[in-house]
């Protein structure tokens, strides 16, 4: 069965600091990958997207994701981590062949002053 | 205005009850999608509709149903809701298989 997993379900950090959020997938052929971004209370907003082609993506807010096609990994890193960064991170795979789409189960990421 | 609106916002029912959550789009998008969301299970799809005469079961359709009204409406039903779908409700929409635009969700409490 196709699936999407992120092994980290908190994650806290020092501002300033860098972030790597991971994710994996379970699908046979090249997915469509996403990452979203859940403010608190607030509905889901698209960080970055990856189709084909360059296999390292940048987004909005500084954040970057690089496809690993070997790892079936779809990482989500940012070099410098604000205190507005602080939100709940999904991971997400458009699987073309079986018209699914599916989302990770998270990751809540924490800021410390 | 928003460009995926979804009403109501919040509702509390009581089991037994038929609930519709009702979900509207000013995108043009072909695509919509219904979810819901519990705490550490991320999104679960619950059904969704690629036009308006193709509509699919996702993951967890059991005890829901939709209708898709035209382009820019997708409504979804509880027939007869039980308090284990509590739940936030969101809808979704996208163009192929492009990004989606979320609406701001509803919550459903059933007591």
């Known amino acids: 069965a196709q699936s999407v997993t992120q092994p980290d379900i908190h994650i806290t950090v020092s501002e300033g600091a860098s972030l790597e959020l991971r994710c994996n997938y379970s699908?046979?052929?090249?997915?469509?990958l996403f990452w979203y971004v859940q403010s608190p209370g607030q509905g889901l907003q698209l960080l970055l997207k990856y189709f084909s082609g360059d296999t390292l993506v940048q987004g909005i807010k500084g954040f970057e994701a690089e496809f690993k096609r070997s790892q079936s990994s779809f990482n989500l890193r940012k070099p410098s981590v604000h205190w507005s960064d602080a939100a709940e991170y999904f991971c997400a795979v458009g699987a073309r062949n079986f018209n699914k789409f599916y989302f990770g189960s998270g990751t809540k990421l924490n800021v410390k002053p | 205005d928003a460009d995926v609106t979804q009403t109501p916002r919040n509702r509390i029912t009581k089991t037994g009850k038929r609930i519709m959550l009702e979900c509207s789009q000013t995108?043009?998008?072909?695509?919509m999608y219904w979810y819901r969301q519990d705490p550490g299970l991320g999104l679960q799809l619950i059904y969704y509709?690629?036009?308006?005469?193709?509509?699919n079961k996702g993951e967890i359709s059991d005890g829901y149903s939709v209708s898709r009204q035209a382009q820019a409406k997708f409504s979804l039903s509880l027939e007869s809701a039980i308090p284990n779908q509590t739940a936030l409700y969101f809808c979704?929409?996208?163009?192929?298989?492009?990004?989606?635009?979320f609406g701001p969700g509803t919550r459903l409490t059933v007591l």
């Open positions: 979704a929409t996208s163009q192929g298989w492009d990004e989606q635009f």
């Open positions: 699908y046979g052929a090249t997915p469509y």
């Open positions: 509709s690629f036009d308006v005469k193709d509509i």
């Open positions: 995108k043009g998008h072909d695509r």
